[in-house]
């Protein structure tokens, strides 16, 4: 009788746990009310936190979700005992932040609020270690905006256009080895070939995110072997390759945001110099998270990939664009696009 009792007792707890967890379930698809935007870092850095401020104010505008956003600055040593104190607090029933740098934090504040939401954008955090059942991740496929910008470039050598050599070498600088990295290259080097499959494209690495010097030094190297255009995916390494080009009268292509912005009123000659980036729009992934999340349909507790169907992904096109690429070219490019949206071309990818 009392194994009976037991046993009794057992699947009652275990039918209370599975009520449970079911009930937090459906609990952490409520819609969202109020949503807090950490930055670990400050606005105005016209890239990543920008694009997310612009989403987190249409989340606000459109939906009329109320909005904060508190800038951690950029001593990592302040980063958990802010984030703490704002799950903490209770005044937010959603807290977006990103970078793989926040990952560690969330993985731990997460479990420690798991009635909280949590929107991570370009990373994801270790599911199989931290549940992290409340934690959407939004990672990108990076590898599709390079292989459209790898398509233009291959078909700028054959335009015609100014300082864009018939026949020409293309050129990446990436940061270091490793897999998003090589995302970036090998979608753009599959985008050249697609177009001319004997193109050479100069690959090389700066082994670092942090060195001008050295990404300069690489970019002038590329651009005296006959590269017309470099693509840089090497974060501030990067910015020495944007030099090197200016230097060489050739161009470059940015990453990430559209790097010409960030030149085009200190140094106009540069911004001429990008005419195209790679984007990665953070502020139409936040908004996208959003839109599922009112549905109860966001994908919490597991990560999801996102690019250019989500419109998540995109090369910028501004005036720089219109001055360098010809009209019949562009056309080639959004049709480039269609395909890839639609599926009948399958980017690689190393992740």
Do not use: H
Request: hydrophobic share 45%.
């Amino acid at each position: 009788m009392l194994k009976v009792l037991k046993a009794a007792g057992l699947a009652v707890s275990a039918l209370t746990l599975a009520t449970a967890g079911g009930a937090m379930a459906e609990d952490l698809q409520r819609a969202p009310e109020s949503v807090v935007y950490f930055i670990n870092g400050t606005l105005g850095d016209k890239s990543f936190f920008d694009s997310a401020e612009r989403g987190i104010q249409r989340i606000n505008a459109e939906m009329g979700i109320e909005t904060k956003t508190v800038e951690g600055g950029y001593d990592p040593t302040r980063w958990e005992a802010a984030l703490f104190d704002i799950a903490e607090s209770g005044d937010y029933d959603t807290i977006v932040a990103g970078t793989f740098t926040m990952v560690p934090l969330i993985e731990k504040i997460a479990v420690e609020f798991p009635e909280i939401r949590f929107v991570v954008f370009d990373g994801t955090v270790d599911y199989a270690v931290c549940g992290c059942e409340n934690v959407y991740s939004i990672l990108f496929r990076q590898n599709e905006g390079a292989y459209v910008a790898g398509a233009l470039s291959a078909r700028l050598t054959t335009a015609g256009v100014e300082d864009i050599a018939e026949g020409s070498k293309l050129g990446v600088v990436g940061a270091m080895p490793i897999p998003v990295i090589d995302d970036f290259l090998v979608g753009y080097e599959a985008g050249a070939k697609s177009i001319i499959p004997e193109i050479e494209v100069l690959k090389q690495y700066s082994n670092s995110f942090a060195d001008p010097a050295v990404g300069k030094e690489i970019g002038k190297a590329m651009y005296d072997q006959g590269a017309s255009i470099v693509f840089q995916v090497a974060g501030a390494s990067g910015q020495g390759t944007i030099e090197a080009a200016v230097e060489a009268g050739r161009y470059v292509i940015g990453v990430d945001s559209d790097q010409a912005l960030l030149f085009e009123e200190s140094r106009p000659e540069t911004a001429e110099r990008i005419f195209t980036s790679v984007l990665k729009q953070v502020d139409n992934s936040v908004v996208y998270a959003f839109e599922q999340l009112q549905k109860g349909e966001l994908k919490l507790g597991s990560a999801e990939s996102l690019g250019l169907k989500e419109g998540a992904i995109a090369i910028a096109v501004n005036k720089y664009t219109d001055a360098v690429v010809p009209a019949d070219v562009m056309e080639e490019i959004k049709a480039i696009e269609a395909k890839i949206i639609d599926g009948s071309i399958d980017v690689p990818t190393t992740l």
